[in-house]
Nanobody
Framework: VQLVESGGGSVQAGGSLRLSCAAS?????????MGWFRQAPGKEREFVAA????????KYADSVKGRFTISRDNAENLVNLQMNNLKPEDTAVYYCAANRGYRLPPITWEYDYWGQGTQVTVSS
């Protein structure tokens, strides 16, 4: 499975960005949970959000609840992360990831495939 993120950039605090992750090469007989993680300089990679195979179940980190929304379009093989009311502490490289299964694991090592990441910078 190949994952390619897009949509990163620089915004001021309070602004919005929409990240997208295009997936290709997946086995159509396998169910995938899709997740977003982020890594700020000098910090460990942390969970942001995840969505199950049909988009009916989601999970968010407490730090982004109410501000970020994850969604997926299986017909287009896309996973999106709408980020509103961005804060300087949201600044990080954001990564898309895929997990073979039905759960929504908030842990990096549960994910089998990763994208290269896209930079999000929020200025105060």
């Amino acid at each position: 499975v190949q994952l390619v993120e897009s949509g990163g950039g620089s915004v001021q605090a309070g602004g919005s960005l929409r990240l997208s992750c295009a997936a290709s090469g997946r086995d159509t007989s396998v169910t995938y949970t899709m997740g977003w993680f982020r890594q700020a300089p000098g910090k460990e990679r942390e969970f942001v959000a995840a969505v199950n195979w049909d988009g009916g179940s989601t999970k968010y980190a407490d730090s982004v609840k109410g501000r970020f929304t994850i969604s997926r379009d299986n017909a287009e093989n896309l996973v999106n992360l709408q980020m509103n009311n961005l804060k300087p502490e949201d600044t990080a490289v954001y990564y898309c990831a895929a997990n073979r299964g039905y759960r929504l694991p908030p842990i990096t090592w549960e994910y089998d495939y990763w994208g290269q990441g896209t930079q999000v910078t929020v200025s105060s």
